[in-house]
């Protein structure tokens, strides 16, 4: 079956360090995978996306990794700071199924002073 | 500014008793998108629109209807709600799917008594 899965239990990290969340996605195959951050009771916001045929992305302090032989993204915030305490949401469109766009449940990150 | 609007932003119903909630986006976007997010089961797709007139299904379009009939508008139509329905909606539009995001609502909070 289809999954698209980001870690469930919540990331805390102190402030300055790298955080790195990870989403997993099987039996598809992305045209391109987004990252959006959600804070509680509000919209998601889009972050970054990364296309199929793209190995790396970047927007200021944040860096997206995209492996499609492990099926994995990765997405970096360095240089943290409390305000990055969020949920962070990944999601695929896959290139056989166009409009669809499906999200993973999304990792929670607390950054600690 | 340019965003997607929803109305209403709380909505406490009862069962069996029609509901429209509207979404309008004023950024010419050809795509827009419902999705209903639920604790531990996170955002999923319920119907979306390629262009004016052209609507699909995503994967819970089950009590749901949709209208396309101008590129702005994208309401959600509960012809007969039931409380399994209670959840937080959220309508987002995209320009370009495959670069540059999807621009997401406030969110409406349903409850179906």
């Known amino acids: 079956s289809q999954k698209i899965e980001q870690n469930s239990e919540a990331l805390n990290i102190q402030e300055g360090k790298t955080a790195t969340l990870t989403c997993n996605y099987t039996n598809y195959s992305p045209a391109y995978l987004q990252w959006y951050r959600q804070d509680p009771g509000r919209g998601p916001v889009f972050l970054l996306l990364?296309?199929?045929?793209?190995k790396e992305k970047r927007k200021e302090r944040l860096k997206v990794t995209f492996d499609t032989t492990l099926k994995q993204s990765l997405f970096h915030i360095t240089a943290s700071q409390p305000a990055d305490s969020a949920t962070y949401l990944c999601?695929?469109?896959?290139?056989?199924?166009?409009?669809?766009?499906?999200f993973g449940q999304g990792t929670t990150l607390q950054v600690k002073p | 500014e340019a965003q997607v609007t929803q109305n209403p932003r709380y909505l406490i119903t009862v069962t069996g008793k029609k509901l429209t909630v509207t979404c309008s986006q004023n950024?010419?976007?050809?795509?827009m998108s419902w999705y209903r997010q639920d604790p531990g089961l996170g955002l999923r797709q319920i119907y979306y629109?390629?262009?004016?007139?052209?609507?699909d299904k995503g994967d819970v379009p089950e009590g749901y209807k949709v209208s396309r009939k101008e590129k702005r508008n994208f309401p959600l139509i509960l012809e007969s709600p039931s409380p399994n329905q209670t959840s937080l909606y959220f309508c987002?539009?995209?320009?370009?799917?495959?670069?540059?995001?999807?621009?997401f609502g406030s969110g409406t909070r349903l409850t179906v008594v």
């Open positions: 629109s390629m262009n004016v007139e052209v609507t």
């Open positions: 999601a695929l469109e896959s290139s056989s199924n166009t409009g669809k766009l499906i």
């Open positions: 950024m010419n976007h050809e795509y």
């Open positions: 987002a539009s995209s320009l370009n799917r495959g670069y540059n995001g999807y621009t």
């Open positions: 990364i296309r199929e045929n793209e």
